[in-house]
Every structure is written in structure tokens, then in C-alpha cells.
């Protein structure tokens, strides 16, 4: 069995019922595999007892599933989750897991909860391969997160301290011929997101936009649908772009119906609206 087929086995739900020999093909097979869940599995079954093995497969398995599936904020399950992950053979897993590869939220919570040295210094690893990251991903959607579920210890807080100097860093530097700063706004880091819907005139089908720019990403992202041209490349244009396919598709737009997700508050973002609207020149105060 190669590598990869290993890993995908683990998800299986027929292989929770293999044998002794079949598992230790299995285990065999996943030690050539550099991944959190082939790292996760090896490591548990070392605390399997002498012929309990089938039954502690089993519960490997389950516990794998609980930790690398995807939980919605605010559920309930991800907190028991956490509790269930401080036990001592499910720990030493997770460690094994995190060193090994990138992983989950779920078990990066775990170790942040047990706040052991040997979870902080499986931690480490995660923020080393954050750091070398040139997304910001990991480290502003996953270790900035865990501070709500971490035991504060002094590990705990120079690495939450190191997280946070290393965003810091970044968003300094992107600062630098930023949207915001290109169009003159009051923060350092713009963060804009709006779906509209419109009405053409005689056509019963509704064109639909979407756009988002966002200084702490590189690429400003936009979807359109129903109209005669996509939105430039350049967030700068996209309100001169707007007014434009307004006119010629003879369009009117929801506006009171829009949805707007943005750092920009009070006046701020009433004035980025207008602009896009066409009603002023700039989104910068005047």
C-alpha cells in the first residue's frame, strides 16, 4: 500500500474493523508518510496494550476524525473536543502530529489548553512553519486564535507575543503602497467586501457583483455576472468601472439590499459607499 493510500484508509470507515495483520500493514505503510494524521495515528497506537490493539485502532480512528474535521464557530462539539484531545496517549499524538506537518485548529487548541512544555514546544514548530509561510493564514486565522482556549503560562504568552510582533511586522510592510493608503484612508489596512444585486432594464435576469479588496492579501478579487465587462484589476478603477457599466446597461443597483463586510466605520465607510455610488470623487474624507 503506498503512502497516500495509507492516509486516505485512515477515513475509511470499513478499515476501523481490520485486523492485527492488516494494521500493521497499514502502520508500516504510513511511516513513509510525512503527514499530520499518518503522525497522529502512529504515535497512538504506541499506547495500545498487548492484545487490545483492534479496540484502540477503533478508538484512534474516532479521535483522528474528531480532530481534523471542521467545526463551525461557536459549536459546542469543538470545546468537548478540546477536553476529550487532554487525554495523556491523545496528547502525545497531537504533539507528534503538529511537529510533523501543519495542523488543524482543533489540535493546535489541545496543546494551547494544556499548555504543557511539551505542547509549547510543539507550538513552536507551528509558529516556525507560520513564519516562513508568506501567507498570513496561520498565523492570524490559527495561532492568533487560540489565546480564547490557552492555559496562560509564560510559554503561552511569549509565543502569543511572537505571533502577534510577526503580524505586526507584515501589515507594516504592506502598508507601503497599500489600497488605503492609495486612496487616502484612515486606516492603515483596508478590508472591504460587498455583494450587490441590480435590475437591468427589460431583462428579467438580475446582474450580481461581488468585490473584495483586502491589504492583508495580495490580489484584489472580484466576481460579475450579468454584465458586459469584468471589474478592473485595479480596486482604484472600480468605481469609475462601476459608473460606466451603470449607464450602459441602463442598471439599478440595491444598494439599501447590499451586503458590506469592512475595517471602514461611521463616515468612513458612508463615503467609500458614495464613491462607488458615483456620488463623490474619493472614499477619502474631504
Known amino acids: 500500500m503506498k503512502p497516500d493510500q495509507a492516509v486516505h484508509a485512515l477515513y475509511v470507515q470499513r478499515n476501523r474493523k481490520l485486523g492485527e495483520e492488516e494494521i500493521a500493514e497499514l502502520l508500516s505503510a504510513l511511516e513513509q ?5 499518518s503522525a497522529f495515528v502512529r504515535e497512538a497506537m504506541r499506547a495500545a496494550k498487548d492484545g487490545a490493539r483492534q479496540a ?3 478508538e484512534t480512528l474516532k479521535a483522528l476524525s474528531r480532530t481534523t474535521r471542521q467545526y463551525s464557530v461557536g459549536d459546542k462539539s469543538f470545546v ?9 496517549w ?3 499524538a497531537v504533539r507528534a502530529g503538529v511537529v510533523q506537518e501543519a495542523a488543524p485548529l482543533t489540535a493546535l487548541a489541545a496543546l494551547a489548553k494544556d499548555g504543557s512544555e511539551a505542547s509549547h514546544d510543539a507550538l513552536l514548530a507551528e509558529f516556525e512553519r507560520a513564519r516562513r509561510d508568506k501567507s498570513d493564514w496561520a ?12 492555559k496562560h503560562t509564560p510559554h503561552w504568552d511569549a509565543l502569543e507575543q511572537a505571533v502577534q510582533a510577526e503580524l505586526a511586522r507584515r501589515d507594516g510592510a504592506k502598508q507601503s503602497g497599500s489600497l488605503a493608503q492609495r486612496l487616502g484612508l484612515n486606516v492603515p489596512l483596508l478590508r472591504f467586501s460587498l455583494t450587490l444585486t441590480g435590475r437591468a432594464r427589460g431583462e428579467k435576469e438580475r446582474p450580481w457583483l461581488w468585490l473584495q479588496g483586502d491589504d492583508r492579501h495580495p490580489n484584489f478579487k472580484s466576481q460579475a455576472l450579468k454584465l458586459d465587462s469584468q471589474p478592473p484589476q485595479d480596486f482604484t478603477q472600480v468605481a469609475a468601472w462601476l459608473t ?4 450602459t446597461g441602463h442598471l439599478t443597483w440595491d444598494w439599501a439590499g447590499a451586503k458590506l463586510v469592512t475595517n471602514l466605520r461611521g463616515k468612513h465607510r458612508d463615503a467609500m459607499v458614495a464613491w462607488l455610488k458615483g456620488e463623490r470623487s474619493s472614499p477619502a474624507d474631504e
Not at 468537548?80 to 495523556?88: H, K, R, S, V
Open 244 to 247: 460606466r457599466v451603470t449607464k
Open 139 to 150: 498565523l492570524r486565522y490559527k495561532l492568533k486564535r487560540l489565546g480564547r482556549y490557552a
Open 90 to 92: 491523545l496528547l502525545d
Open 56 to 58: 484502540h485502532w477503533v
Open 80 to 88: 468537548a473536543t478540546l477536553t476529550f484531545l487532554q487525554e495523556p
Open 33 to 37: 508518510s510525512p503527514t499530520f494524521p
